[in-house]
Each structure stands twice: as structure tokens, then as C-alpha cells.
Nanobody, 120 residues
Framework: QVRLVESGGGLVAPGGSVRLSCVAS????RLWDVEWHRQTPGTQYVDERELVARITALYSTTYYPDSVKGRFAISRDNSDNVVHLQIDSLKPEDTAVYYCKATRNSQDWWGQGTQVTVSG
């Protein structure tokens, strides 16, 4: 059973930074493509989540949509089972629940999410 646990969210002032972590158990996360998605207030369905970063298993190639490029950075930890998402220059519109998702061979696993609130 694959389990993903996100952490690192919280209340952050605009312009601040946050580093989210996705820790896997039951598998070796380095073998999976890993994505970070976010779900903004007022949305509830999985297909309403917005992809904000991806890192591939092969070569750790990264991808970001234009909406976050330059502010978001996804990386793998030196361990085999942790992926981070660094978010800089936070804006109120970054307020969301951030989820990590592991994908491999048509299997998808989601974590439970971590709330990031940008306010103040």
C-alpha cells in the first residue's frame, strides 16, 4: 500500500516562502513521477485541482505551468522517498490545499493535502 503524506503548509504573509514536503511509504518514490496539485477555495472535485509542478522518475525532469514558473520549484530529497515543493514570493491567490500525487504505470496515489494560506 502506497501512502503519501504532505506537510509544511501553514499561514504565510504575502511575499513569504514555504517549503512543502511529500513523504512516501510503502514504495520508493524515486521510481515514480511526482506532481504537486492545488485545490483552491470554492472547488471540491479532484478534476478541479490545478497542476503546479511535476518531476519525472527518469532524469528528474521538471515541469511548471506558466502561472507559477519562476516561483515554484520541485525537487527530490537525497533520500529516495521525499519530494519537496518550494514556493517563493507567495501571493494571496496561492491559498489552497496542496496535494502530491505519485504516478507510475497507470497507477495514481494522492496524499491527503496540506493547507497553505497566504494572508496578512
Amino acid at each position: 500500500q502506497v501512502r503519501l503524506v504532505e506537510s509544511g503548509g501553514g499561514l504565510v504573509a504575502p511575499g513569504g516562502s514555504v517549503r512543502l514536503s511529500c513523504v512516501a511509504s510503502g514504495t520508493t518514490l524515486r521510481l515514480w513521477d511526482v506532481e504537486w496539485h492545488r485545490q483552491t477555495p470554492g472547488t471540491q472535485y479532484v478534476d478541479e485541482r490545478e497542476l503546479v509542478a511535476r518531476i519525472t522518475a527518469l532524469y528528474s525532469t521538471t515541469y511548471y505551468p506558466d502561472s507559477v514558473k519562476g516561483r515554484f520549484a520541485i525537487s527530490r530529497d537525497n533520500s529516495d522517498n521525499v519530494v519537496h515543493l518550494q514556493i517563493d514570493s507567495l501571493k494571496p491567490e496561492d491559498t489552497a490545499v496542496y496535494y502530491c500525487k505519485a504516478t507510475r504505470n497507470s497507477q495514481d496515489w494522492w496524499g491527503q493535502g496540506t493547507q497553505v494560506t497566504v494572508s496578512g
